[in-house]
Nanobody
Framework: VQLQASGGGLVQAGGSLKLSCVVS????????MGWFRQAPGKEREFVAAIGRNGGSTFYADSVKGRFTISRDNSKNTVYLQMNNLKPEDTAVYYCAARGGVILYTVQNDYEYWGQGTLVTVSS
């Protein structure tokens, strides 16, 4: 299974970015998908997760109301729409996948990982 994340970049505080992650090698609709991030000098943390059909989502408190996770099973792609970005959102963002139905929030529960895409928010 391969995950390819893209869409990162430099944005001013208050701006928006949309990340994408394309999955190949296995039936995408069988995966629960998650987004994590790792800021410089910090541990990787959970951002958001989405169920296999997109009907269920879960967010970290720090991004709730600003970020939206979604998926398009016809395109094997999961998205992370990030609005009202803050400097503290600066991090490398990773997409992750695993089978099952539970929306996992712990990185060790995910089986497959993308390479990460850097998001930098300037103040």
């Amino acid at each position: 299974v391969q995950l390819q994340a893209s869409g990162g970049g430099l944005v001013q505080a208050g701006g928006s970015l949309k990340l994408s992650c394309v999955v190949s090698g296995r039936t995408f609709s069988n995966f629960v998908m998650g987004w994590f991030r790792q800021a410089p000098g910090k541990e990787r943390e959970f951002v958001a997760a989405i169920g296999r059909n997109g009907g269920s989502t879960f967010y970290a408190d720090s991004v709730k109301g600003r970020f939206t996770i979604s998926r398009d099973n016809s395109k094997n792609t999961v998205y992370l729409q990030m609005n009202n970005l803050k400097p503290e959102d600066t991090a490398v963002y990773y997409c992750a996948a695993r089978g099952g139905v539970i929306l996992y929030t712990v990185q060790n529960d995910y089986e497959y990982w993308g390479q990460g895409t850097l998001v930098t928010v300037s103040s």
